[in-house]
């Protein structure tokens, strides 16, 4: 007996036993004579009883509670466990600072970007690794945006300072430089492009290239570079012409890049 | 429309508050005779029910009307209309100003449920001594009741604004530059809303004790109605996306997406397994937990959405609709859990899974496949207010976490898509297996030789590709199969249709696969009579024009493609606003569409500006796929040839199948 059965038998008793209760209380105020009320009692009774029977009988023809295997089960919760853990872990590495105006998930690659640049700035003066991680982010999303690229190739530049790997020196120099080219030929109007390879070209080669130096300086002035950036470049430009063949420029530009 | 000064409220906003107290009362009055009557077999009170349906169907509509004629008639002493109204706004974009912020969109979704429990009323009014019929009536006034509730108490949708203002900003910018934005949301509401009916139904089952195949076969049709508008709500959305946004893409995770996303995880999964049940008798307890969890997640989306709690979790504390739809959404999981263990004796099933490699093995995969992408969506969306709520962060969960979850997903439920129409029920044979799948494989294996020959190279788009042919084969196949033997009635019925609704997600899945891995950008900064090269085509900048509106103004420029027609992407500011929002211009094409965004233009007569390109191949495909899933839907709404009986019994041993009779 299915479910939809059983639970019209239940109506039907349902019925019975509320005509039963009826009959009782039309008895009882004189509406019924004795014999009307003996053969329908007797007929709802019967009625009734044999509803009940067939109830009882379609419980217990339901289906048992079957036992699960204790190795369903085990597999069922480490699934289930993998899959929270995974999730979780995954979610946790997905998520980041979120600042004003962003929604609470996903987003356009444009907030996704305009995000990692936030992080990546904010920990530019503490965090190079993390700065670095944010810089790549954005590479990723945008493959021509020169902030990210700029600063990447600076992060790269500062990071020669913390190595004595002649070969990583110049394996970060070099990655660094051609990003440099790259942005001042693809963006020639983003200034700290032109400030930091400026810095990079002076103090950070191997041979410091004084003229690329006076020349990237230079474009990264005509380029109304951040005003925060503005005096200590013109310091340094102006070090590099009264330089002389073995002078070093001023260092103050380079630790104080944002 | 004047206020009426002695009470500071407009004629629209009594009227309005008058819809609302009528339906709320009407609804409550309804719930509670109809299920007295239900239950001491009142069959006079019985008949009064439809009375009710009506008088709340009209005042929801009333409601509706009223606040569409404030704002059409510049009301302005309405709030609502102060918020979103604008004498500049134009008709049409007037109009869509109904449902563009909270209070419009909870009328919006109050006379959409009314409508469907006047016409569910209406559908069933000669059989409301059928108790199942009642107590799903029941579910529905009192689900009504509490959006009346909403619409008046919390939200307070008809409250006067502030005096003497005679003008108002208009709906948000992004919902005045786009004809979609009239058919999005309100189909969308009809998929959203349409899911209380079968839910209505699955409580009224378990209050019953009717649980069988009895009360799946009154709601198939309504299930199938609501995931159909949802699918195509959605897909509406990501064209909305697509041609006003700017970015080029359809998808981006947001929460308001995902809210969406979600109970159509959850009803795609019901649908599949409910033929479990109508055929085998099992999967009681899970079909009726899936539509428990379809319905809670529209109430949880609306919350979500409606409630403040995206801007800031601390909205809880504000908020006034918040509290109320997170209790609503309590009650209901609490009292449908309740109801299940209840009735947990009954909703065993009689038998068990034969074999994996059958039809109902493979509609089981679905389902969990499915429960585990909900489960994904639903941690990614409500992560970042669990870790506020617990630690005072704010954090945001990125795009790749659910890109790199929703990828292997989706090409797990592409295969399960190829192979579970091919096979039969109870248990497959090899050779069965060899000969079913063998054309479907070729067509995969076809499609994969054509993408690397087209120069795709990225590996999960083609196994999304490869896939995607696997599986068009097999729902190809069965079409063949079924319109050979049927004639033209191969192409209708649950089975045919779900078909053609099958092509239409593989088509939708393979240009999201293509547009995702293989859209090239670059922007440029064009100069007039010098045209750019980029993927193949030439762009000349022809001009850079201004243009102007009583409510904006802005610049477009004039790009030619490849020496032929021009497209304008435009960038335009609404002046009231201050607000710059771009429009794209797209070249659109069978193989691939042609995205222009005007990113910087100085002034009218320039020449040059610059011009970001998209090159995005197969996205038409995605609109095609939509369209087919709507045609496929209604299909599978007719009836097919050989319709079962609802009381043959479902648990008996069933016969050898021809191989199309069912999905």
Redesign the interface.
Known sequence: M???????L??ERR?LL?SITDLEREYEAGDVDDDDYRTLMDGYTARAAAVMRTIDEG?AA?????RTRPTVVAGWVVGVLA?AVL??W??A??????VAG?????????D?VA?ALTEARALLGTDLAGAFDRFRRVTELEP?NAEALTYTAWILVQNTRFTEDADLIQTSLDAAVDTFERVVADDPGYADAHCLYAVTAARFLPEPDLELAAEQGQLCLDSNPPAGMLGLVQDFVEGLEASTDDTRPDATVADSAP | MTGVGMVGASVNGILGHSALIIGLVTSLFGAIALGYATVVGDRRLLRTAPNYAWLAGVAALIAAAVMMNAILTYDFDLQYVQDVGSRSTPLLFNVAAMWSALEGSILLWLATLAGYTAFIMWRYRKRLDDPLIAWALVVMFVVTAFFFFIAFGPTDVFATGAPGVNDGPGPNPLLQNHILVMFHPPILYLGYVGFTVPFAFAIAALITGRVGEGWLMETRRWALLAWGFLSVGILLGGWWSYEVLGWSGVWAWDPVENASFLPWLTGTAYIHSVLVQERRGMLRVWNISLLVATFALTILGTFLTRSGVINSVHAFADGSIGPWLLGFFGVIVVVSLSLIAWRGDRLRSPGAIDSPISREGAFLANNVIFTVFAFVVLLGTVFPLIIEALQDRRIAVGQPFFDRLSMPIGLVLLFLMAVAPVLPWRKASTELLRDRLFVPGCVGAIALAVAVASGADKWPSLIAFGLGGFAAGAAGRQLVLATRRQGWRGLVGRANGGMIVHRGIILIAVALAASNGYTRVAEFTMKVGEPVAFDGHTFELLEVEAFSTERSDGLKAQVSIDGGQAYAPAITRFTQMGTDIGTPSVKTGFTKDIYLTLEKATEAGATEAQVKVFIKPLILWMWIGGALVAIGTVLAAFPGKRRRNPTAPTSAPVPTEPETAHV
Request: aromatic share 2%.
């Open positions: 299915g479910p939809d059965e059983l639970a019209r239940e109506e019925f509320r419980r339901l289906p048992a509670k079957r899959l999730s979780g995954l979610v590495r997905s998520s980041g600072q979120r962003q929604t609470l998930t996903g987003g356009q690659p444009a996704e995000v021509d």
